[in-house]
């Protein structure tokens, strides 16, 4: 939520902390992180330095009060994430460029109160602020982690509690008989981020399902422009998104429900022939694509059990009101509504305390599915991590394959972790792509090319490219930093 919406959220966080006894404690992290990449593929350049400074503030207060605040600041000199000229407006809110910089970027990413006791008898657990909520335990790809949007910046190889968006809303957790209950409510709605369209990891114009095909009436060449996303208004109750969560055990059986009523913060792309003056000032026909968010109902599962040494575990969900890119060209905006099935299935196992394995099946199912739409009926992923712990807890080898069965498109990432005290990490790693461009992940294993704009048009890049992005393939080697401790304040204590 921006402006108005975001100060409440602020507000009623803080006054609801307010109402507690003087705090008796603090307790805090601060993580220094410098990030560095460079590309595996000509041109051979740096793709990111990327500094951070993170501080997160933990205060207890009296009666089962805390507060907790998180922001971080982050500096990247070279500044190939965000695009040649970023567009902040798009930005999430309490995400700054300072003094309108493309290098130096500061964040609030959480500040909420949280209040622990029983009402009635039954346990709660109540937070009001801007925070993140996980549901779902896949790997590489979310499927019942939809509460948050997600910045795809470094398309999916950030962390998971980094790349989410938190938003400002309410959770309330209760155990009643057995149950574990949840209830959420967002006001604050914040779409994915996408990578800037002359940034590293600009989505490819091929990608399959991406953009609706181009109108090219009375025989004029056809010509794409995109607009600006159509958020929806500060505070508007249509753009809230609500959840509720029900779990209980069963004998061996974790079991769990969930039901979540949002805006689609993936968004779809549609299409408006949209006349704009040419030569001469006759009219020319073009494309104008704006990204738009419609309302989807889930209703997701999950369950867990162990089957001697493994942990076999599932969840997925069935979405409606999904849009899908169409090839029929008697859908005006080049969409049609489908409903949504995807799940995961993994495996889980731990070998003599030193090796952790996890093996995956993730599918997604357009169902209904007909031949005009621009998206395969059904897609597959496999996936493998194996770490190991070597060195009593010093080294940490890691190896992450994520394939996709349709298209024979991978992303490989090997690391390895050395935890050289306590508080500093050190970790050497890669990134690397394969497969066709119009698939998911192969879109990053060929070189990017301009979309191009004809001539004699009122539009940027007339007579060139709309959009350029860096030439290449960003497949990349890393090395990474971490230094992290913690400290803590007793009022009264030395």
Known sequence: MRGRGAALGCALAWAAAGGAAAAPSLDGTLLLETDTAWRVYSPRVAQKSQNRIELDLRARLGA???????????YDPVGRLVGRDPDFAQSPVDRWQVAGSRHLEAELRELYAHWSGRLRGARMDVRLGKQQVVWGQSFGLRVLDQVNAQDFREFILDDFV???????????????????LQGLWFPDFEPDVLADPESEFA??????????????????????????D???????????????????TVGEWDLSLHYWDRLDSRGVFERTLTPLPGDRGRPVPVNVFERRFPRVRSLGFAFATTVGELAVWGEGGLSFGRRFVTNDLLEADGTVSRPELQYALGIDWVAHDQLFVNVQLIQFVIVD?????????????VSALFRADLLGQRLFPQLFVLYGVQKHESLIRPSIEWQATDRLSVTLGADLFTGPRDGLLGQFDSD??????????????????????????P?????????????????GKR
């Open 64 to 74: 089962g009060w805390r507060v907790r605040g998180l922001g971080r600041l982050l």
């Open 162 to 180: 980094d790349a989410r968006t938190p938003v400002w809303g309410a959770r309330a957790d209760a155990v009643v008989s057995g149950w574990s």
């Open 203 to 228: 989505l490819d114009p091929e990608l399959e399902g991406l953009l609706p095909p181009l109108l090219s009436p009375s025989g004029a060449p056809p010509a794409p422009a995109f607009a600006g």
């Open 230 to 248: 159509d958020l929806p208004d500060d505070g508007d109750p249509s753009s809230w998104g609500f959840g509720l969560r029900a779990g209980r």
């Open 369 to 381: 599915h007909d031949r005009a739409i621009d998206f395969p009926a059904h897609r597959e992923f």
């Open 448 to 473: 990017r090319q301009c979309v191009p704009v004809q001539a004699g048009l009122p539009l940027p890049g007339s007579g060139g490219c709309l959009y350029d992005p860096p030439p290449g393939r």
């Open 475 to 491: 497949s990349r080697l890393f090395v990474r930093l971490r230094y992290e401790f913690g400290f803590r304040f007793r009022p």
